[in-house]
Structure formats: structure tokens, C-alpha cells
């Protein structure tokens, strides 16, 4: 079934920086005293706007978040002249109203407004037709369903004071209700929207329309004269007398009851006016007029009682009291009514986790009823399995990359076997299972360790650690050709802590830069680690030739056999080079590059060079400062 949600609410709205949600309002007026020196009556002027309290921001209007303070009413005579300066009244006092739907067998709706008084005191001259007291804005609220372009429509509320030809010393009638009333579509609703009347005057009611005012969009109060008659546009069907249709239609009767059974959900603007009669003349003293809100909410509810067919309570500890979500869909004052399967039972009204303590280890049958005894009854069924103390965790023992790691388990279960032990370690392809892996991680980095278990009583766990892997990078140098009696100063890296071996022609042997001096073929051995005890090893060989000197091959095979695959020249006590340039029979330069590690590989233009004898030029500098210049031929093999 469909629902609706009723609102006193109303329509003004002031659309820029400065405006305000203002949904509703009324104005109203008492006659507090008569000073015969001035011949003036004074009277108490009440303005009553409402908002929504929890609206901040709409699509066409901006963010509206507070009442506006002051406002400017304007005072009328009966010809529409102006009789004063525009008056701005404060507010004196703000109300909260807030009401929930409460019913089990519906779906919970909220509305939370807030009232603003606006109040102060003017004195005026009894005169014949009375006065005029108005306010005037643009513009009401965004998407109203019975108004064209409601955003852009203004609203105006006033009161009128009786002249010398009536009752200049009246109170007006006035709607002393203020309230959030929640009601629901296809559902019929009654509301005692009775108004009250310090004198006692004679009451009746009507639906009438609502009232436009103020200019489209404008910053400013409007400042009409009356009479004020213009209606604001509505959407056919609707009107003032039919202002948001229903089956019934609302309606009011003559003693202030709202009445209908609206059927389309929405926002609708509804003006209620009552009329003043003087019960010994039978006379009309005066119209009261007020704008609400009626905002339709769909309020259907599909009770369903929900449980988690299988709970199993796999708690750390060891505690048999478990933990019962409870995911049922019912009202907001719906009961649950709980079977726990061990002899006991109880009612609860939230939807709560609730703690029920069992006795003992065991399957035990659940049962929930939700709204017990109520024609939206319904009820579902599940199985505890309450076997707790699952605990998981695991040790690591090793951090170091490229090196095996042992990961152990030390998981538990009071009640229950684990039964099976699954490790994701965090990589591709890094499942591994049982309670004892060793796991080699290929590069340092932190890596997120997750065990997984499993147990004979249903229960699941896992337990997951981030886990870091340290690694060093030893790197000693390159392999290197150098002169007989040539220092070379090594750079070794990767790690915090150095060892050398051999030490033989070392300046030192536990540094990363020691010097090397010697003069015969040689191989030295680093080892780098670092604090975390990770360890790794890398070698450089040092060959010594006469020199300086440059030793350049007159001939290479590049078929890929890994044999004499490149042409490149061997620098002897050489520690500059200019260039090295490779021209075929032509003159046409193919190659040029100081690389003398990879040297030419026998392509040209990305396609494999001819066989063919080439030309070759090379210049640098040794390590005595002296130029060095050669050239020479090479011949390419296929």
C-alpha cells in the first residue's frame, strides 16, 4: 500500500544569496490597548513562517538554511494607499517540530520543521474599511506538485483590521497549531485543523487558493496594495477547492476538519481560510487566510522478517553468549519476538544486534517473528552454531628477499578442529597451504600475509599482517681492463656494510670505495648486508695489460652463437675517448659510439651489415694525458 506524509508547510522562498526555505506561514493581529489622548488603537502584529528544518540545498534556489530577519510588512487602508513606512519585524521565538510514523505495519517516514514568530506592536487610527497588514515574497518551494514553475511563484500572507463601520478592537481568528504531521498515501487521514478566536466569534472553513505575490525572483519584499486576489497557476486538476485531489478528495468541513484519502505522492500547496462572524449580528468581520504543505509520502511496507539462515559464532574467546544481527524490514515500532532454540524467548522492539547467552556448545534452531499478533506478522527461521574460540594468527621468522621465510602458524579453536590451512602471500601466485610454509619473496617490499582457516564446525577466520621483506643490491663494478701499475678506485653499493676478498692490492678491505694497485690478473669477491642481516654477494675482475694501449680485434662473427658476436676495442690505461667510428667501403659512417663494452653488433639501419671489410677510426686520451689516435680495418664474417 501506498502512503503519504501530511505537512503543515507553506511557500515562500527568497532565491538568492538571502533566501529561505519558507514553506508556510499566517498572519495574524490582536488588539492590546487604546490610547483616547491619540485616538489610536494599538495592536500586536504576529507573523508565523515555517521551513524545513532538515532541507540545505535544492537545484534552482540554492541553499537555504535559516529564517530571514527581519521582514518588511507593509500597512494598507482600504483604497490600497500606503498609511506608513514599511515596518520590519524580529523574530522572538523559533519551535521545532518534529514527528515520526510510528506505525509496525508501515514503513517509518520523518518530518522535522521549524516555526518562526515574528511579533512587534503598531498603533492605528480607527478609520472606515479598516487596514491592510502584508508580506509579500518570492518565492515558495522547488518542485511543488500542484503549482506550474513553483520556484518562480510568490506568496503573500496578511491580515485585515475591521474600520469604524465594523469592529476596530478585533482579534483575529488565528491557527494556534503548529505541528509535523505525518501521514500516507491511499490511506485516509483526519486532522483537527480547528482555528481559535480570543473573542468568540463564529468559525467556519473553507478550502481557498493560495495566493501569489511578489515579483519573480526578486530580491526585495513586494510592496502590492490590495486587494489581494491573484491566485497562483495552478496544474489542472488542481485548485484552491481541490488543491491536491484524493479519493476522497481533501476537504474541511465547517468545524476545522481535514479530511481525504490522497492517492498521488508529492508536495502540495493547500490554503485553509476561516471566516469571522460576529455571533450577535451575524456579520462578517473578517477572512483568515494560511498557506501549508502537504507532502505525500509513499509509506508502504513490506514487512519481512529476516534472519541469517546460518550463524555461526566463531569468536576469539571462547564466551557461548553470540551476537544476532537482526535484518528484518518492518515499522518503526515493529516487536521481535525471539525463539532461541534452548527453551528461552524473549521480545525486543529495535533492530538491534542482540546477545543471547546459550547454555552450552550445540546447534540450536532460531526463530524470529516480527509484529506478533499483528495482521503484518511474519517470521523466519535459522541455526546457530555456536562452537567459539576460533583464534587465527601466525609467526614469520626471516625478512630478508631471495631468501626462504618461514611463516608458522598458531591458530586455535577451543570447540572445534581447524581443518584446513590456506595462505595467500600477497603476489601473484603466492597460494600456498599447511600450518608450516617456507616462502622465498623476489624482491624487497611489503607484502599483505593473509592465513585463512578453516574448521569441522562451519567456522571460518582469517587473520592477515602486513609483512616486509629487506634485500640488499651488491653491485662491485664492472669487469675492467686496465694498464700494468693503473690505480682503480672500486664503488661498490646495495647494502650498509662491506667485506672484500681478497685484500690483496686493497687500500682497505671493509669500505665500499677501497683503491685497488696491483699490476696481474685479479678477482675480488663483495659481500653487502645491512642491519636486517640480509646478505648478498657480486664479484669484479680486473685483467692488466701492457699499455696504455688500445687492442682491437680485425675480425668478428655476429651470428648470434655468443662467440665474437661484436666488434669492439679493449682499452689499456685509456680514460677518455673522443669517438669510434665504423665507415664501410663508400665512405658512408654505419657506426659510432664510445661504448666500448658493447661495441658494434653488426646491424645497419636495423637490418645485418654484408660481409664485408670496413673501416675504422677511434681517438682518446691515456692515463698520462697523452692523445691516442688509431685506425685500422675489420672484417665482418657471416
Known amino acids: 500500500m501506498s502512503k503519504i506524509f501530511l505537512l503543515v508547510l507553506g511557500c515562500m522562498i527568497h532565491v538568492e544569496a538571502v533566501a529561505y526555505h519558507i514553506i508556510g506561514g499566517e498572519m495574524y493581529y490582536q488588539t492590546v490597548g487604546y490610547n483616547a489622548a491619540t485616538g489610536q488603537y494599538r495592536y500586536a502584529i504576529t ?17 537555504l538554511d535559516r529564517f530571514e530577519n527581519p521582514v518588511t510588512i507593509n500597512i494598507y487602508n482600504a483604497a490600497g494607499q500606503r498609511v506608513t513606512s514599511p515596518v520590519q519585524l524580529y523574530i522572538q521565538s ?104 480570543e473573542d468568540g466569534d463564529s468559525l467556519t472553513y473553507n478550502l481557498c487558493g493560495a495566493l ?22 495552478y496544474i489542472p486538476p488542481y485548485s484552491g477547492a481541490n488543491p491536491m485531489g484524493g479519493n476522497p478528495r481533501i476537504s474541511i468541513d465547517n468545524k476545522g476538519m481535514l ?46 522478517a529476516n534472519l541469517q539462515q546460518v550463524l555461526n559464532n566463531c569468536i576469539d574467546s571462547a564466551d557461548l553468549r553470540v551476537a544476532i544481527p537482526n535484518f528484518s524490514n518492518a515499522g518503526y515500532t515493529s516487536s521481535f519476538y525471539w525463539n532461541f532454540g534452548d527453551g528461552t524467548d524473549t521480545t525486543t522492539y529495535t533492530k538491534d544486534i542482540f546477545f543471547h547467552q546459550y547454555p552450552d556448545t550445540g546447534s540450536y534452531k532460531l526463530k524470529l517473528v516480527v509484529n506478533r499478533g499483528l495482521p503484518c506478522v511474519d517470521s523466519s527461521e535459522g541455526l546457530v552454531n555456536n562452537y567459539p574460540g576460533l583464534r587465527a594468527g601466525y609467526t614469520v621468522m626471516g625478512q630478508c628477499a631471495r631468501n626462504p621465510v618461514l611463516f608458522r602458524d598458531t591458530s586455535s579453536y577451543t570447540y572445534g578442529k581447524i581443518t584446513a590451512y590456506k595462505w595467500d602471500m600477497g603476489m601473484p601466485n603466492g597460494a600456498a597451504n599447511g600450518r608450516r610454509i617456507n616462502w622465498t619473496f623476489p624482491e624487497g617490499g611489503v607484502y599483505t ?60 678491505t671493509n669500505i665500499p670505495d677501497p683503491v685497488v694497485t696491483w699490476d696481474e690478473d685479479i678477482q675480488y669477491l663483495l659481500k653487502v648486508s645491512n642491519q636486517q642481516g640480509c646478505v648478498g654477494y657480486d664479484s669484479i675482475s680486473i685483467k692488466y695489460f701492457a699499455g696504455p694501449d688500445i687492442y682491437i680485434p680485425n675480425a668478428f662473427t655476429p651470428n648470434g652463437d655468443g662467440v665474437n658476436d661484436r666488434f669492439r676495442f679493449i682499452p689499456v690505461g685509456i680514460i677518455e675517448y673522443d669517438y669510434f667510428r665504423i665507415y664501410n667501403r663508400w665512405g658512408q659512417e654505419i657506426f659510432n659510439s664510445v661504448d666500448f663494452r658493447n661495441g658494434w653488433d653488426g646491424m645497419v639501419g636495423g637490418r645485418p651489415a654484408s660481409s664485408d671489410t670496413y673501416i675504422w677510426i677511434l681517438s682518446g686520451k691515456d692515463l698520462n694525458g697523452q692523445s691516442v689516435e688509431k685506425k685500422g680495418t675489420v672484417t665482418l664474417v657471416r
Request: charged share 20%; aromatic share 12%.
Open 212 to 233: 501569489t505575490g511578489g515579483s519573480s525572483r526578486n530580491e526585495a519584499n513586494a510592496t502590492n496594495p490590495p486587494p489581494y486576489n491573484d491566485l497562483v497557476n
Open 449 to 508: 600475509v593473509t592465513l585463512n582457516l578453516e574448521t569441522d564446525k562451519g567456522c571460518s577466520k582469517s587473520f592477515t599482517q602486513n609483512v616486509t621483506m629487506y634485500e640488499v643490491r651488491p653491485f662491485a663494478g664492472n669487469d675492467t681492463i686496465l694498464a700494468r701499475g693503473q690505480q682503480l678506485p672500486l664503488h661498490g653499493s646495495g647494502g650498509e656494510f662491506y667485506a672484500w676478498q681478497p685484500g690483496t692490492g686493497l687500500s682497505a
Open 94 to 197: 523559533t519551535k521545532p517540530m518534529f514527528d515520526t510514523l510510528k506505525n509496525p505495519c508501515l514503513s517509518p517516514q520523518t518530518q522535522h520543521l521549524e516555526a518562526a514568530f515574528y511579533r512587534d506592536t503598531i498603533n492605528l487610527t480607527p478609520t472606515y474599511g479598516g487596514y491592510y497588514i502584508a508580506y509579500q515574497r518570492c518565492c515558495r518551494g522547488e518542485h511543488l506538485a500542484n503549482i506550474y514553475s513553483s520556484e518562480q511563484e510568490g506568496s503573500t500572507y496578511y491580515t485585515t483590521i475591521p474600520g469604524t463601520e465594523s469592529r476596530p478592537n478585533n482579534n483575529s481568528a488565528y491557527f494556534n497549531k503548529d505541528e509535523a504531521i505525518v501521514i500516507c498515501g491511499s490511506f485516509s487521514f483526519e486532522y483537527d485543523y480547528a482555528a481559535y478566536d
Open 259 to 304: 479530511s481525504g484519502t490522497p492517492d498521488r505522492v508529492g508536495k502540495y500547496v493547500v490554503s485553509v481560510c476561516v471566516n469571522e462572524y460576529d455571533r450577535a449580528t451575524r456579520r462578517l468581520i473578517g477572512t483568515h487566510h494560511k498557506d501549508i504543505l502537504l507532502t505525500v509520502f509513499n509509506c508502504s511496507s513490506n514487512v519481512r
Open 47 to 63: 507573523l508565523k513562517l515555517y521551513r524545513d528544518a532538515d532541507f540545505t540545498c535544492g537545484d534552482r534556489q540554492g541553499c
